[in-house]
């Protein structure tokens, strides 16, 4: 329950990994007052905290309370935490609690991938995850692999143009040297210009969609803004010369049977790209990925790529084209990521959650345009389809309510979480 409401209790613990202790805040609906009664309590598991708060002295019906499971054990138990006297008179209180060391998870994979070529078991189908119509028939895909980095083409074509035992040489030979190295590298598959194309029979795993080759999709249509301009057949459509024009072409595809959008077909790799919060498959985890665990472990990927920690979050063209009429251009998200890996828990989550803990801010679109075309400019765009950025900000304004009120802002940025995936079925990633 979010205490702003001014209808309730709420709680909210983070684990402190680097100073072996656990934060823990409570938020009231009222301040605490000599009048008031207002307890916090660690019961004998060392595990659970309960909050109750009332306009008087005793338990009464005008008493709300609160609870919620520590992320990780507290080195005492059966206690009542004092208020403390700088507290008294506030409607939040704090407390830094010592941890049980024995009680410390593994150190976490920071770097896991939502639905990895590892998770998903070899042979079982894809379906739309809106309707459940069979997308990918099992047995259609014999073989997972997961894609390497965005900067894979970049760095091999870097790697063998700066070889130690390379010499440059000057004039014509240094040219004719250059071309052969580059039709070397194209020839090799890792030029810069190079492309990994969808493979019949094979389905490549990226961060946040899976890869097929279009004949080995079932029951998709493909279109180049709405479904009511799509056709089941690509090359029946009658694309706009904006789009028939361009080398790297997006349509978007859509289910057949609800018409949800599922993905996007990418014409130099000849791939039926969906998105992997629109789909479900069996995989060994259990856990099904969504738009929060899949944009952490895309800002994670970031930072180990760039060692930048902010990014912009913005609208593929195509989507935000299709929309200006209706709403105009969509917002982009300006983030900057704090901690990459903490562990929190509160009273309106059932259970103790892994997570990234960020600062944020809705931008308009220009404004973020205006950003990246800066020289000075340290933050990475990051695409996601306009639906999944409004997502986003919903799921990031949720978190910001779980926070106790001091901790919300800073300064014009708001603080939010990020469920961030792990193979274990106890996270939840949506």
Known sequence: MDPSDGNGCALYAELLVNIRQISLAASLPTATTDGASTRVSIASDCSTVELTHGSGS????????????????????????????????TATLSWRLPLDPSSLPPSHQTDDMPWSATDLEAGCGVACRQCGSNIIPAGAVATWKDLPSENWAEMMEFWHCHKPDHHHHAGHEDQASGKADEKSLAARGYGASSAISAQEGVGFVDLTTLLFAETDCRNVTFSPSAYEQSSSVRRALS????????????????????HDQLGFF???????????????????????????GCLAATLISTIARSGSSKSLVTPLPET???????????????????NSSIVYSSSAVERPTPAIKLLYRPIPRGEADKMLEAVTCDAQEINLPAHAVDEVIRCLEASNALLPPMERMLKEWKVGLLTRWENQARTVSR
């Open 58 to 89: 005793g338990s009464g019906s005008g008493n709300t309370t609160a609870r919620l499971t520590l992320p990780v054990k507290a080195a005492l138990g059966a206690t009542t935490l004092p208020i403390p006297d700088r507290q008294k008179s």
């Open 239 to 258: 694309l706009p010369d904006s789009i028939a024009t361009t080398q790297n072409r997006n349509l978007n595809v859509f289910c057949s049977v609800c």
């Open 266 to 292: 990418n014409d130099r790799t000849r791939a039926v790209t969906l998105l992997k919060w629109q789909i479900s498959c069996t995989s060994t985890s259990g856990v099904v990925p969504g738009i929060p």
């Open 320 to 338: 935000v084209h299709e929309n200006e009429d209706k709403t105009g251009v969509r917002d982009a998200i300006h983030i900057w990521v704090l």
